[in-house]
Structures are given as C-alpha cells and as structure tokens.
C-alpha cells in the first residue's frame, strides 16, 4: 500500500480507503462482527491506515465496531479516522439533523463515545442541507477543531460551488478548511467531472470516491444472464443498471481478461489516472471481496487501456465547457494562439 497527502494538508492516508458502512447487520444486509473484524485485519494488514464511517452506518453499528477493532492505543495513533455528521439519527425532530452547529455538537458528542476516543482525525459534513449558512459550518467547525476534537475536516454530496464559497471563505478568515471531497464518481458516474473535480484540483482537496464499482456493475456481475433482472426489475434493482453502463461493464471486464486481473481491480486502478488525489473509498461484506480490492494497487492500465476505458464511458460536459472548448471559440479568445500556449496548470 502507498500514501497520499490529503488534499492541502500534511496528513498520509492510504491509497484506498476502507469505507465501513457495511459494518453490522441492522439494516437486514451487511457483515456481522466476526467477519467485520476479519475485513478490517486484512485491510490493516495490507498497510491500509485510512477508515471511513459516519453516525448514521447501521445504526451507530459501525462506529461501535470500529471503536472496538481500534482500542488500542497503538492501533488508535495509526489509525486516520473519519466520520460523519449531517443525516438524522431522531425521527421527525428538525433539529436532530442537517449541517447547523446544534446537531454538529450533538453528533461529535455521540460518535467520539461510540468510537471510545477524544477525537475525530477527519470529520465529514455528509449532505448539504441548503438551509445552514456557509459562514456559520465553517465556523462551527473550525471550533471543533480548536477544541481538539478535530483535527481535518472534509465535505461529502455538496455542490461545488458551495465548496468552493466555504474554503475560500475560511481562508480569509484564518479558519480550517476543506481538505477532502467526497462524492459518488466512477466509470458509470463521471458527471463530477462537469464542476466537482475541477473544483477539487484547483483548490488542491483530495477527492475520496463512494461506490467506486458503480454499485455492483463494474464487477461485471450483471453481465452473467441470469444476473440482469428484466423490464420493471432492472429498474427497481438499480437506476444505474441500463445499456449504457452494461457496456462499460464489458468494456471494463475485456480490459480485465487481457491482463488477467478481475474487473473489479480495472475499476479501482482507473483512479490512478486521475490528476489530483483520488483515494477510492472501498467496501465489503466478506473477506474475499476485500482482498480482491486491495490487489486492485499492483494493477497498472496501460494508455490503451484508459482511451478504451475513456472513450465508453465518457459524458457531455455541458455549457460552458463544450462551449468554450469549440475551436472558433477558442480563436476568438485565444487570438488563434491556444496551441502555442504552454499552460502548466492544465
């Protein structure tokens, strides 16, 4: 396992990032204790540092699981831990939820006792609610973390221009920034390239990808016959599962059989791609699946392999980058001079 700086920050994690939710069985799926702690070994053991959580995963379940797994004192000072704050853990109470400071407060409180420690090395706001102001989470968590009960903080499922409002807001006013992004991004996902990932690389945060397998897709999976529900089904099982992203899933897997490694491993490795800091954030209910994963490092895509990859999956940007990328535009504002420009931040 290699490291990588999270985003604008001095702090190593590893190149991918254990996600947890499926920690416990409360939800009626996901792995039990036993198994939890045999997934959690074998990450440890492949150099893994970097577990994602957040209070809402089964429960409170996985926080209590990893607690346990981490209660050493060694094993705890190694350990990058992340959770979350935002989603609702008290029904039809208004203020047992979203980004504001009384829930904030509520929700470090809860997990830092679940996880049985004083701090939380990366604390995600999980969802933007639209109703807290930026001046005020920013604020907020700037105070956590001069309380040392932070000491990262990051951002998941948020607009980039709110992003973008947020750490830029906090650099003038001397307070903690952003230094991760979390979002849904994949082969079958790429619409963050449209802002979130511009965004990301210009303000130097590290992205931290959910459902990097496209929820099942990209392991190829779906393209054994008896596997793809039919008519209504499909649609049911999984709004991602249509031709386009079956297609990429076949792409994907002939990639895999040409370099004898498994789909899922082509799909993790893509990443590696990516200019940034791009730490996938990977799952699983078995032990199996997580060793599969983990050898998705040793896997390198050649440049074939990538425009293939590319050319099926890739989506239209939109206005304004279509827009500006036409060459007669580029002409107008370039005065005919684009090519012979050497930028060295593209």
């Not at 074998?42 to 996985?62: I, K, P």
């Not at 190694?78 to 980004?99: F, Q, W």
């Not at 490694?261 to 730490?279: E, N, P």
Request: glycine fraction near 8%; charged fraction near 25%.
């Amino acid at each position: 396992m290699k490291y990588k700086l999270l985003g604008k920050s001095g702090l190593r994690v590893s190149e991918i990032c254990l996600g947890t939710m499926t920690f416990g069985e409360d939800w009626g799926w996901g792995a039990s204790k036993e198994e939890s702690r045999k997934i959690f070994d074998a990450y440890r053991a492949a150099g893994g540092n970097f577990l994602d959580t957040a209070n809402l995963y089964t429960n409170g379940t996985s926080e209590k699981f990893i607690g346990e797994f981490i209660s050493s004192a060694s094993e705890r000072e190694e350990i990058v831990l992340a959770t979350k704050y935002s989603l609702t853990t008290r029904k039809d109470d208004p203020n047992g939820c979203g980004n504001h400071r009384k829930n904030m407060v509520q929700a470090i409180e809860a997990s830092l006792e679940r996880l049985g420690t004083d701090y939380i090395d990366l604390y995600w706001l999980h969802a933007w609610d639209y109703l807290t102001p930026v001046e005020e989470v920013m604020r907020a968590l700037d105070d956590m973390v001069s309380a040392g009960k932070v000491l990262y903080i990051g951002i998941s499922d948020t607009p980039a221009w709110v992003v973008a409002q947020a750490n830029t807001l906090a650099e003038l006013r001397g307070w903690t920034r952003f230094v991760g992004l979390q979002i849904e991004y994949s082969l079958v996902e790429r619409t963050p390239e449209r802002e979130l990932i511009p965004m990301a690389q210009t303000m130097d945060i590290a992205v931290t990808p959910w459902a990097p397998l496209g929820a099942g897709i990209l392991t190829g999976k779906y393209l054994k016959p008896n596997n793809i529900p039919s008519g209504t089904r499909l649609k049911e099982t999984s709004p991602k599962l249509n031709d386009r992203n079956l297609k990429i899933a076949e792409e994907v897997q002939s990639i895999a059989h040409e370099m004898s490694c498994t789909s899922s491993q082509v799909a993790l490795s893509w990443y590696k791609s990516k200019k940034g800091v791009f730490i996938p954030i990977v799952g699983a209910t078995k032990l199996s699946q997580i060793q599969e994963n983990l050898a998705s490092v040793e896997v390198e895509l050649t440049q074939g392999h990538l425009l293939r990859l590319d050319n099926v999956s890739k989506i239209e940007l939109g206005f304004p980058h279509d827009f500006l990328d036409k060459p007669h535009i580029r002409d107008i504002i370039y005065a005919g001079t684009y090519d012979k420009i050497q930028n060295h931040r593209q």
